[in-house]
């Protein structure tokens, strides 16, 4: 079945959660509003497939999505995943890039699509916005490139470098993530993340709260163990 797809304007709904775009004079902001797309795309739908051309900016404005890739042995490993008020951009600014990733939805998501074309054009005038914006782009190349080297380690190193990349990417002792998408991000097992997790706590380096929620109490300590 295909996806519904909503011909409205969705940029309003997410331009707070981008600081660049938020500060775009009105005129500005008008063209991309009136030329994005809403589309509402069922679970295991691709928003992008490995090897495209990198063509649009997606927000996410509800769901979540994966970033995926196969290895030699066609194995799955999971780069990302991006939930609501998170925005896919890798790539955008750079000419002719191609995605080094597939996008595939983990449940059914709402999904905000602006036009390369539309993006750039808006941006052209500002030399310092386009600047920052490709800084930004090359960073969460580097922050997925540092997710997938997660795969490579052992589940207890893998577990604590994935937490440490947590706190510093969304600046809070605290991570909120279920333990499924945990575990989907490093490749590995749920039962053998929850063993790994009572691990940690039992080293008195993290407390768990409720299903979704870990406090680091020990950054130092964490930090040591990927050393």
Not at 11 to 34: G, H, R, V, W
Not at 54 to 76: F, N, P, T
Not at 166 to 181: E, G, M, P, V, Y
Not at 193 to 202: A, C, F, H, P, W
């Amino acid at each position: 079945m295909d996806d519904y797809i909503y011909n409205i304007d969705c940029f309003d709904t997410a331009a707070e959660q981008i600081p660049f775009l938020s500060s775009m004079p009105n005129t500005q902001k008008k063209l991309l509003i009136d030329n994005s797309t809403k589309k509402a795309k069922r679970k295991g739908s691709f928003l992008f497939r490995e090897g495209e051309t990198v063509d649009a900016l997606y927000i996410i404005l509800d769901g979540r999505v994966k970033l995926m890739r196969y290895d030699s042995e066609g194995r799955e490993q999971i780069v990302g995943i991006f939930s609501k008020g998170e925005t896919i951009w890798e790539g955008l600014l750079i000419d002719d890039s191609q995605f080094p990733y597939s996008a595939v939805c983990l449940e059914k998501s709402l999904i905000c699509i602006i036009n390369k074309s539309d993006f750039t054009k808006v941006l052209s005038d500002s030399n310092i916005a386009l600047n920052i914006i490709a800084m930004l782009s090359r960073k969460l190349h580097d922050a997925n490139e540092r997710n997938l080297l997660l795969s490579t380690r052992d589940p207890k190193t893998r577990l604590a470098a994935f937490l440490i990349y947590r706190q510093k990417r969304d600046h809070a002792d605290t991570i909120d993530l279920q333990l499924s998408d945990i575990a989907a991000s490093l490749s590995m097992r749920p039962e053998t993340v929850s063993r790994k997790i009572t691990e940690l706590i039992d080293e008195g380096l993290i407390r768990r709260s409720g299903k979704s929620s870990i406090k680091i109490l020990n950054f130092e300590g964490l930090e040591g163990l990927t050393i």
